[in-house]
């Protein structure tokens, strides 16, 4: 006959539980923590999220749009680049990956430095002359009058 391992371990039940006096009670939530999931390739969805990320390529501007582009540079130079309101389009190199994206930001000139080839606005952005997609120059009188 077999015995009832309730009986064998009767005298055991009614003991008080135990309760460390070296180790603290562990929190419920750091409990829990055990039983959360386990990621064995660390890393591997911000490179799933890197490689989904979609990129631009350079353009490559037709003589129409390279004509029209330096027309708004002589415009800019004409009337003294410092302090004239812009809008530009460039386009900006990704860091991480072949292509890039296209931004537009608008403000005052704070230089047009021929030489480095770079448009400095009053907000620190520098952009490089060969980057711009599509300037437009806002003249207080005249052309393009804001």
Do not use: C, W
Not at 52 to 68: K, N
Not at 95 to 109: E, H, N, P, Y
């Amino acid at each position: 006959m077999k015995k009832d391992p309730m009986e064998k371990y009767a005298d055991l039940l009614d003991l008080p539980h135990h309760v460390s006096s070296s180790h603290p009670k562990m929190s419920l939530s750091d409990r829990a923590a055990q039983f959360s999931p386990f990621a064995a390739l660390t890393g591997y969805d911000s490179y799933i999220r890197e490689e989904g990320r979609q990129v631009a390529s350079r353009p490559e501007l037709g003589d129409e749009e390279r004509a029209e582009l330096d027309e708004q540079f002589r415009l800019l130079e004409q009337n003294g680049d410092r302090g004239v309101f812009v809008t530009v389009t460039y386009f900006e190199e990704d860091l991480r990956k072949d292509g890039g994206a296209f931004r537009t930001v608008s403000g005052i000139v704070r230089s047009l430095d021929r030489v480095r080839k770079i448009l400095r606005m009053e907000d620190r952005t520098m952009i490089p002359f060969d980057d711009i997609v599509n300037l437009s120059v806002f003249l207080k009188n005249g052309e393009n009058e804001l």
